[in-house]
C-alpha cells in the first residue's frame, strides 16, 4: 500500500485549493488536494512541506489532521492521509499539475477528483 499525504489548504476567503493532475501523471485530468507520496520514515506533514516545495514552489505549514482514506486503484492502494494546512508564502508554479484553482467548498462538487480524493471532498461539502 502507498503512502500519500494531501493538503487542505484553505486561504482568507475560504477557498481551498485544488490543482489538476497534468497529461502522463497517473490519474492525469483529475483534480486533487495537492500532496504527494511518503518517503520511509516521513511524517504526512513533514511529506507535505516538501511536496508542496518541490510541485507548487509554495510554503506551507499542516497544523491539524483532517482524516484519512484508503482507495484501491486495482493495481495499486493507497492510503492517502489529510491535513489542514497554511499558505505561508510562495508564487505557485506548477510541475505535475497543469492547472490549479482556489474554489469554494461548495463549487468542489463542479471537478471530477481523483476517486480517493472524493471522501474527503464529501466531508468539506457538509
Known amino acids: 500500500m502507498i503512502e500519500v499525504a494531501a493538503a487542505i489548504i484553505e486561504n482568507e ?22 500532496g504527494g507520496k511518503l518517503e520511509p520514515g516521513e ?12 510541485e507548487m514552489n509554495i510554503v506551507i505549514a499542516p497544523y491539524a489532521y483532517f482524516g484519512v482514506n484508503k482507495h484501491d486503484y486495482g493495481s495499486f492502494q493507497i492510503r492517502l492521509i489529510a491535513y489542514h494546512a497554511a499558505f505561508v508564502q510562495g508564487e505557485i508554479r506548477l510541475t ?10 461548495s463549487e468542489l462538487k463542479h471537478y471530477t477528483f481523483a476517486p480517493a480524493d472524493v471522501p474527503f471532498v464529501e466531508q468539506l461539502e457538509s
Open 13 to 34: 476567503q475560504g477557498q481551498i485549493l485544488i490543482a489538476r493532475r497534468r497529461a502522463g501523471k497517473s490519474q492525469a485530468g483529475l483534480w486533487e488536494f495537492p
Open 43 to 54: 511524517s504526512a506533514e513533514a511529506c507535505l512541506r516538501r511536496e508542496l516545495l518541490e
Open 96 to 105: 505535475d499539475h497543469d492547472e490549479y484553482r482556489w474554489a469554494a467548498r
